[in-house]
């Protein structure tokens, strides 16, 4: 599974301006956590002109979406994108990707990560280890855990489907702002976590506090520390 990457921004905090840029991976699209109204009136109209039996279904996928979303944006997720891949048998993975930031409510996101990656130091067995990225100082979470699925509705007489998932998270600290950026990669593919868990990491060295379209000495060549440097070395 090979990966390159597309060059994307954000804003922390309400800013009017990005403060981060990040690589996001090839095989991952992007969802639209802002559309706009008009979007979503045609979708509507589009789907009142389904037939009847496949009204309900596209409806049902439409609430999930906007569920979602609204859910995605209370979270202060900035970017989410689902990656698709082939699996060696054949078959397609799938994967989500986000990026999100948590305030600090005023305290110093350098030392609080400074913190965790200390204590992730101390405690092999804590399933964290510290980071030392181009960006700064972070730190790598994992775990493998159970969740609910999903597909079905939960309040249905089966329950709510549950499934195993890998969950990798890299946390660093913003640049002149109380928040920290979270890099995320769930996947149901437990065999391949170790391939994600290296997809994760390269995402993390593309994220960058500097914006990397301004003027270079050499325009085909990135500047090292850069997030294009990084997704060169990283994806290829």
């Given at each position: 599974?090979?990966t390159?990457?597309a060059?994307s921004?954000s804003?922390?905090s309400g800013?009017?301006?990005?403060?981060?840029w990040?690589?996001i991976p090839?095989?991952y699209?992007k969802?639209?956590l802002?559309p706009?109204?008009e979007r979503?009136?045609e979708?509507?109209r589009?789907?009142?002109?389904?037939?009847p039996?496949?009204?309900?279904?596209?409806?049902?996928?439409?609430?999930?979406y906007?569920?979602?979303?609204?859910?995605l944006?209370?979270?202060?997720?900035h970017?989410?994108?689902?990656g698709y891949h082939?699996?060696?048998?054949g078959?397609i993975v799938?994967?989500t990707?986000t990026?999100?930031?948590?305030s600090?409510s005023g305290?110093s996101?350098?030392?609080v990560?400074?913190?965790?990656a200390?204590?992730?130091?101390?405690?092999?067995g804590s399933?964290?280890?510290p980071?030392?990225?181009p960006?700064?100082?972070?730190?790598l979470a994992?775990?493998k855990?159970?969740?609910?699925?999903p597909?079905r509705?939960?309040?249905?007489?089966e329950g709510?489907?549950?499934?195993?998932?890998w969950?990798?998270t890299v946390?660093v600290?913003?640049?002149?702002?109380?928040d920290?950026?979270?890099?995320?990669?769930?996947t149901p593919?437990?065999?391949?976590?170790?391939?994600y868990?290296d997809?994760l990491?390269g995402?993390a060295r593309?994220?960058?506090?500097?914006?990397?379209?301004?003027?270079?000495?050499?325009?085909?060549?990135p500047?090292?520390g850069?997030?294009?440097?990084?997704?060169?070395n990283?994806?290829?």
């Amino acid at each position: 599974m090979t990966t390159t990457a597309a060059l994307s921004r954000s804003a922390v905090s309400g800013a009017a301006e990005p403060v981060f840029w990040y690589g996001i991976p090839h095989g991952y699209a992007k969802l639209e956590l802002e559309p706009p109204r008009e979007r979503i009136e045609e979708l509507v109209r589009e789907l009142n002109k389904l037939p009847p039996e496949q009204r309900a279904q596209a409806s049902q996928a439409l609430q999930f979406y906007a569920g979602m979303v609204t859910a995605l944006n209370a979270q202060n997720v900035h970017m989410c994108a689902v990656g698709y891949h082939p699996d060696d048998d054949g078959t397609i993975v799938t994967s989500t990707l986000t990026i999100s930031t948590v305030s600090t409510s005023g305290h110093s996101a350098k030392l609080v990560i400074a913190g965790l990656a200390g204590t992730a130091a101390d405690d092999p067995g804590s399933g964290m280890r510290p980071l030392e990225l181009p960006c700064g100082l972070g730190y790598l979470a994992e775990e493998k855990k159970r969740t609910v699925a999903p597909g079905r509705d939960p309040d249905s007489p089966e329950g709510p489907l549950r499934g195993d998932v890998w969950q990798g998270t890299v946390a660093v600290a913003g640049s002149g702002t109380p928040d920290i950026i979270l890099v995320q990669l769930v996947t149901p593919a437990l065999h391949l976590a170790d391939v994600y868990r290296d997809i994760l990491l390269g995402v993390a060295r593309t994220l960058t506090f500097t914006d990397p379209t301004k003027s270079a000495s050499d325009p085909d060549e990135p500047r090292a520390g850069s997030a294009e440097a990084a997704m060169r070395n990283d994806f290829g």
